[in-house]
C-alpha cells in the first residue's frame, strides 16, 4: 500500500510518518509534499492508495488539490480547527484527525480505510466524491475582520488593517500603529485556515503576516529571511531557512 503524506510542517511530517510506520509497517511512505502546486503536480502523474493531508497549507487549503485532482483516492485529514474538520468530514473523507494526532486516533482512521477501501474502487463514488470537493471550493469564504479586545470593551478590526498576529501568551493582533490587541484565537493553526494564503503567510511558530505590510526582506549567513514592515519596528521575523524558498514564490 502506498500512503502520500501531505504536510508543511516537517516536525509534524516527520511524527506523522513514524507513527504510520509504527501502525503500517508494510506500507510505502510517500512525501511529505508540503503544498497544494506541489501535490497538485504530484497527483497529475501518481495515485496512491491513502492520503494523510493537513487541511491549511502555505499556499492554500488542501481541499483545492482534490476538487481538481483527477486521482482522487481516499483522504485522512489533519487539521488544528474543528470547523475545517467538519467540513472534511461531510466530504466523505475517511476520517479527520485534530493537531497534535494521536496514535490510537489514526490506527482508527487507518482500520476504517482499509474496511472501506473496495468502496473506493467504485467509479461512481469516486466521481460524487470529486463533486464534493468541487461544491465546496465554490462556497469558500474567507473571514475579512477579527475580533479584538480592548479592557473591557469588543472590536472589530478589517482584515486590511491587521498587520500580522502573533503568538505569545495568548494570540495577539498588531494594527498599523504597531499596538498589540488579544484576540479569541488559541492558536495561529486556527486562525490560517479562516484567512487568504494569499495574503497572509505563516513566517514561524510566532508570527503570521500580511503581505501588504512587509516592504522588503533579506537573507542573513544562515540562508533565513529577515523581513521588515512598512513604518514599523518589529524583532524576531523571521522565516526558516526551509521556508525561504516558498515565501519567496509566495511574495513575489
Same mark, same amino acid.
Given at each position: 500500500?502506498? #500512503? ?13 510518518? &513514524? ?16 503544498? !497544494?502546486?506541489?501535490? &497538485? ?22 481541499? @483545492?488539490?482534490?476538487?481538481?485532482? *483527477? ?18 468530514? &461531510? ?16 490506527? #482508527? ?44 470593551? !469588543? ?19 498588531? &494594527? ?27 513566517? /514561524? ?14 537573507? @542573513? ?9 512598512? /513604518? ?6 523571521? !522565516?526558516?531557512?526551509? *521556508? ?9
Amino acid at each position: 500500500m502506498k #500512503i502520500l503524506i501531505i504536510e508543511d510542517e516537517q516536525f509534524v511530517a516527520v511524527s506523522l510518518a &513514524k507513527i504510520v510506520r509504527e501502525l503500517e509497517p508494510s506500507a510505502e511512505l510517500l512525501g511529505p509534499l508540503t503544498s !497544494v502546486a506541489e501535490a &497538485k503536480d504530484w497527483l497529475a502523474n501518481n495515485t496512491p492508495d491513502l492520503i494523510l493531508s493537513d487541511i491549511q497549507l502555505s499556499d492554500g487549503i488542501s481541499l @483545492d488539490i482534490f476538487s481538481e485532482s *483527477k486521482a482522487l483516492c481516499p483522504i485522512i485529514f489533519t487539521t488544528a480547527y474543528n470547523e475545517y474538520a467538519i467540513k472534511a468530514f &461531510k466530504l466523505n473523507s475517511i476520517d479527520y484527525l485534530l493537531k497534535p494526532i494521536d496514535k490510537s486516533e489514526l490506527s #482508527i482512521a487507518l482500520q476504517k480505510f482499509h474496511f472501506l477501501q473496495s468502496k473506493f474502487a467504485n467509479e461512481m463514488y469516486r466521481t460524487q466524491l470529486h463533486e464534493l470537493f468541487s461544491n465546496f471550493q465554490q462556497a469558500k469564504k474567507y473571514k475579512d475582520r477579527f475580533t479584538i479586545h480592548i479592557g473591557q470593551s !469588543v472590536g472589530l478590526i478589517p482584515v486590511e488593517e491587521t498587520v500580522l498576529f502573533l503568538k505569545e501568551e495568548f494570540i495577539f493582533l498588531m &494594527k498599523p500603529d504597531g499596538l498589540k490587541y488579544i484576540t479569541d484565537f488559541r492558536s495561529l493553526d486556527e486562525i490560517e485556515e479562516l484567512i487568504n494564503p494569499k495574503l497572509f503567510y505563516r513566517i /514561524n511558530r510566532q508570527h503570521l503576516v500580511h503581505l501588504s505590510f512587509i516592504e522588503s526582506y533579506r537573507a @542573513d549567513d544562515t540562508g533565513k529571511l529577515i523581513l521588515k514592515l512598512r /513604518n514599523l519596528k518589529t524583532e524576531n521575523l523571521i !522565516v526558516s531557512k526551509e *521556508k525561504a524558498g516558498e515565501f519567496k514564490k509566495w511574495f513575489e
